[in-house]
Nanobody, 113 residues
Framework: QVQPVESGGGLVPAGGSLRLSCTVS????????MAWHRQAPGRLRELVAT???????NYSPSVKGRFTISRDNKKNTVYLEINSLTPEETGVYYC???????WGKGTQVTVSS
């Protein structure tokens, strides 16, 4: 059973940046495709970025050019660099093994205006 643990969230001003981390327990991380999602207050959870086991990445149009997903297989960790944040991007950010891994507790990102 793979279980993600997210960290790195916090309070940042509009235009700020953060680096989120997600460490995944369990075996065979290097063969797993991973994704970051986020959920703003009162809204549905949405897919933000994905990275395959081979390192191919894909992004939601709303974050492309500002967010970067990466992974370190030696550390069983996937990262999300987030830049030029807007207050509308406040929410809980989650990572997950895709397509059907369990959800972690997420990490809160709050962007002040």
């Amino acid at each position: 059973q793979v279980q993600p643990v997210e960290s790195g969230g916090g309070l940042v001003p509009a235009g700020g940046s953060l680096r989120l981390s997600c460490t995944v327990s369990g075996s065979n991380f290097k063969s797993r495709n991973m994704a970051w999602h986020r959920q703003a207050p009162g809204r549905l959870r949405e897919l933000v970025a994905t990275i395959t086991a081979h390192g191919s990445t894909n992004y939601s149009p709303s974050v492309k050019g500002r967010f970067t997903i990466s992974r370190d297989n030696k550390k069983n960790t996937v990262y999300l660099e987030i830049n030029s944040l807007t207050p509308e991007e406040t929410g809980v950010y989650y990572c997950r093994v895709i397509p059907s891994g369990p959800w972690g507790k997420g990490t809160q990102v709050t962007v002040s205006s």
